[in-house]
């Protein structure tokens, strides 16, 4: 595609329920990366793949958060059992290759837990 | 847990002035890029420089990074009211397998014309 695709733009969730964030990343590139954003905060690393392996998921605040990119394109953020704290914009990037290259981000899931 | 420390937090300038924006970092770094974030958008890559480079130019945009400082200035020329945004510095940090970034927490620019 054009660029990278985040859906949905927002999502407001009651606490407790389950929510899936999909990134579409652009055709052909390899790694995928996902970031949250706090109003107010820079974005903070949570998971990345490469192809459909995911290499580092040292970011992810708790087991209540799960990605997965089964076939290394489509890629899917799950937050299970929403909390207040999990409210923040969800950023999806891609790139080419890992490492010095440029990262190309969507524009974000605005996730708010009431 | 970010490495980045950007100042100042705002900057508010008038169209045509030059605007100037600092980050430091922690731990030795691959390269560092500068991103610009409008108001409920994505980021957009502005600019990425190699740790074996000290300046960079693109346009109206000017990089330098000092690695012994462990620092970097991003410097807008000739600022514009579309420059009105929020920027990001991003380190990729050399311990780095993947190419995950390391954001700042963003200096607010305000270019009023």
């Known amino acids: 595609g054009a660029g990278v695709s985040q859906s949905p733009r927002y999502k407001v969730a009651k606490r407790g329920q389950d929510v899936a964030l999909r990134c579409d990343p652009i055709s052909g590139h390899v790694s995928l990366f996902w970031y949250q954003q706090a109003l107010g905060q820079g974005p903070e690393f949570l998971t990345y793949f490469q192809n459909e392996a995911q290499l580092d998921k040292s970011g992810l605040p708790s087991d209540r958060f799960f990605a997965e990119r089964p076939e290394g394109s489509v890629s899917t953020l799950k937050i299970q059992r929403t909390q207040q704290e999990d409210s923040a914009v969800y950023l999806c990037?891609?790139?080419?290759?890992?490492?010095?290259?440029?990262?190309?981000f969507g524009q974000g899931t605005r996730l708010t837990v009431v | 847990s970010q490495q980045g420390e950007e100042d100042p937090q705002a900057l508010s300038i008038q169209e045509g002035e030059n605007a100037t924006m600092n980050c430091s970092y922690k731990t030795s770094i691959n390269n560092l890029q500068w991103y610009r974030q409008n108001s409920g958008r994505g980021l957009v890559h502005l600019i990425l420089?190699?740790?074996?480079?000290r300046e960079k130019h693109s346009g109206r945009l000017r990089v330098t990074l000092d690695t012994s400082k462990k620092s970097s200035s991003l410097l807008i020329t000739a600022s514009r009211a579309a420059d009105t945004a929020s920027y990001f510095c991003?380190?990729?940090?050399?311990?780095?397998?993947?190419?995950?970034?390391?954001f700042g927490q963003g200096t607010e620019l305000s270019v009023k014309p």
């Open positions: 991003a380190t990729d940090p050399r311990y780095n397998q993947g190419g995950k970034l390391i």
């Open positions: 420089i190699r740790s074996n480079e």
């Open positions: 990037a891609s790139s080419s290759v890992g490492v010095g290259t440029e990262a190309f």
